[in-house]
């Protein structure tokens, strides 16, 4: 019998080609030991953050927050979008005051019971506020100096430079701080200047908190500021962390007797941008009846009191007077 004969040149190509045909049926068969996993098992959800912001302990004068940015977002303007930070430490872009959104724009979704959690990664879209005050109480020209985050190290700094230049103010304060420093509140009331609650530590973003959440972080704040004041206190506004307002929010204030304060002119001081930017940006956007938003805690404000030691002079200058804010 004749055998046929396979060249050696043609015989590695047929033994490439066998192999080929053989290997996904070896795999089916053992299983596809190794093969790589699917998109749907790699695109694993990561872990929902936590919604406070963390503190550190406080001392008595000190802040017991740091340098706090506002929440993730597009705008530092509290009448947009709840999340807003802002864009760099180094930029001189001012907040002005858009239109409010559109009625019915945003759904409002039932109401959390209490203690329940808040859907994180933008899973929940709050019904937007609709009455956050950024305006002054008496209109013309005037203009209301607002200041966050203290009692803290630049409060006293700040009150003797509102007293030079006989500018009232309102200090939004962090719970936490007014009870370590109860004699700087003591000093601002005594003073003619007025407070705002401004939360009891300052929770990022604020409306993923549950709404019993919510309701401690704002009456307590209110409770641990008056107990701060010797119960001297009128505390007419509240201030979401970062401008983060929201319908329920503003309601749960309301509730406490407050109305829901934003701001019109917004320097970014809390980003220690440089002195001459925060100047510049208040000078060209203040407004007759602006509400200006800087800080006396929250960090190191010495950026603040430099700038406050130029635009106090400019101000009366310039002919504003000061005053409060729409109550």
């Not at 509290?78 to 002005?96: C, D, I, R, V, Y």
């Not at 937007?128 to 203290?150: C, K, Q």
Request: hydrophobic share 35%; proline share 9%; net charge neutral.
């Amino acid at each position: 019998m004749v055998k046929s004969r396979i060249s050696a040149r043609r015989r590695p190509l047929l033994l490439g080609v066998s192999a080929a045909l053989l290997a996904p049926a070896l795999l089916a068969a053992c299983g596809a030991h190794g093969a790589p996993l699917a998109a749907g098992d790699a695109a694993q959800p990561s872990a929902t953050p936590s919604a406070s912001t963390s503190t550190t302990p406080s001392g008595s004068g000190s802040s017991s927050i740091a340098a706090r940015p506002t929440p993730s977002g597009v705008s530092s303007s509290p009448f947009g979008s709840p999340s807003q930070t802002p864009s760099g430490a180094g930029s001189t872009a001012a907040t002005t005051t858009p239109s409010a959104p559109a009625t019915g724009a945003t759904t409002t979704p039932p109401a959390p019971g209490a203690g329940a959690s808040r859907p994180a990664g933008g899973q929940h879209t709050p019904a937007p506020a609709t009455n956050v005050l950024h305006h002054t109480a008496s209109g013309g020209r005037t203009v209301a100096l607002t200041f966050d985050d203290g009692p803290g190290p630049a409060t006293n700094q700040v009150l003797d430079l509102l007293a030079k230049y006989d500018a009232k103010a309102t200090f939004c304060e962090i719970g936490d701080n007014a009870k370590a420093n109860p004699a700087a509140v003591k000093r601002i009331v005594a003073e003619g200047h007025r407070l705002c609650d401004h939360t009891v530590d300052h929770p990022q973003p604020m409306h993923t908190q549950s709404h019993q959440q919510q309701v401690a972080e704002i009456a307590d704040a209110r409770t641990q500021i008056e107990n701060a004041a010797g119960g001297n206190a009128q505390i007419t506004w509240w201030r979401a962390p970062g401008g983060d307002f929201t319908a329920e929010n503003e309601k749960i204030g309301a509730d406490q007797g407050m109305k829901s304060l934003g701001w019109s002119v917004d320097p970014r001081d809390w980003s220690r941008p440089g002195v001459q930017s925060i100047v510049n940006t208040v000078e060209q956007n203040v407004r007759p009846g602006s509400v200006v938003l800087m800080h006396d805690g929250g960090g190191d404000r010495s950026q603040t009191v430099a700038a406050l030691k130029q635009l106090l002079p400019w101000m009366v200058a310039q002919g504003y007077t000061f005053d409060f804010p729409q109550s």
